[in-house]
């Protein structure tokens, strides 16, 4: 290390070991509260713009239901899931990831998909995006993931040198990068995006009997997406496109609606499984775990104020309620944590307390009080205070959650780096793709690499190349690079790879 290479430290000047990898309680195990430096990191992030949100800034909202439509008892205790043809109502906000608010409805981006489940139980959030996987697996990258996707501190634009110098270092991203920049990239408006948990969450039944799971939620509109020229067109004519679209076809009557599935692994299953079933850049192949219908989403009607309803909303996936759990997905394990925080930090510590996201059917009963904006009774002159002998609101073991063995050394532990990142990606690209799917990867891939340094655009076309020959040998010719070159960049190890391309 040169003597002007400065090591990286906390908020308080403590060094940094690694800034990789979470700390959890074994290889698999769930992240662990004294990460300090996670925490640390996580919460200088949720604050880092005032008031806008940091990620998922320009959304559109409406209200509607849910209905169940097949029996799900066995896998899960859930009260608004225990009998066919219950409704629960729900509010549903979608949502682009990475730009601001005035940004274009039809930039290539993940889109937020989120749905608030208002239960007997207490209300449950299912958050997920319109793709079954992401960029990164560990949330200590997080916040640099999403630096690289928003505007260089110095130019205030948008930067391709950033946002492919990360990814090409960052192996893992390369199932995510394919599906973004196939034309499921830019999705046509909200009402024809499917919604995914991409993590895989805990159900559990009346006996305590718990199985993994991971959620889908399938369009009933039809499959419609648009091409990079499409969608740089209504960027330019309609950057509201999304936005007027869902508004427009609720209030003309033409109600959205999706089919909700899950799939499901038994704890042994998960357990002898060829992939981390935990890890979030990988899916669970349909002929391993077949989806199995639960319940349909309709939205019929639209918020009678934006900013009362959609810019208020406030979603968790740490928000839960009986018969639903998260798992040890360390990814999930700091959102669990982020989400909750950047809601107080954005709406205050009361914002449990807003319309939109104050859990109407059970009400809120616990020992918290005061603060900002609290707009109920404050628990009036009853204790604040657990154990108390004035009946206060008491714990219910009845409801606890099945319990799960855990063993293994604290540590920072890493993803070996092995093929298994590139071999979904590549199966979508040779499987999956048509040859028009491929083409407009390619081509999408090329728009936007080409803006990126050289050096980089050989690192990223050997992430592809080791996913599919030909997959990387297309970009690389997009791009005009050797093809012999960066066949013998994805022969190196990542380690080597980054030397070889560090000039």
Known sequence: MSENKKTLTTSQGAPVANDLNTMTAGERGPA???????????????????????????????????????DVTKYTRAKFLSEVGKRTDVFARFSTVGGEKGSADTERDPR???????????NYDFVGNNTPVFFLRDPLKFPDFIHTQKRNPATNLKDADMFWDFL????????????????????????????????????YNAKNEYVWVKIHFKREQGNKTLTREEAAKLAGEDPDFATRDLYNAIKDGDFPAWMVYVQIMTPEQVEKYRFNSFDITKVWPHKDAPLIPVGKMVLNKNPENYFADTEQAAFSPGTVVPGIAPSPDKMLQGRLFSYHDTHRHRLGTNYHLINVNSPR???????QRDGYMRTDGNGGGGPNYWPNSFGGPAPDATFAEPPVALTGVIDRF????TDDDFVQAGALFREVMTDTDRAHLIGNLVAHMKNAQVRIQKRQAALFYKADKAYGEGVAKGLGLDVAEITKLAAMTQDERVKATAK
């Open 32 to 70: 662990l509260a004294q990460d300090i430096h996670l925490f640390d990191k996580l919460a200088h992030f949720d604050r880092e713009r005032i008031p806008e949100r940091v990620v998922h800034a320009k959304g559109a909202g409406a209200w509607g239901y849910f209905e169940v439509t097949h």
């Open 112 to 122: 937020g998909f989120a749905v608030k489940f208002y239960t007997e139980e207490g």
């Open 168 to 203: 090409s270092l960052t192996p893992e991203s390369v199932h995510q990068v394919t599906v973004l920049f196939s034309d499921r990239g830019t999705p046509y408006g909200y009402r024809h995006m499917n919604g995914y948990s991409g993590h895989t969450f805990m159900w």
């Open 361 to 367: 059917v059970s009400g809120e009963h616990n020992n």
């Open 414 to 417: 890493g993803y070996e780096l």
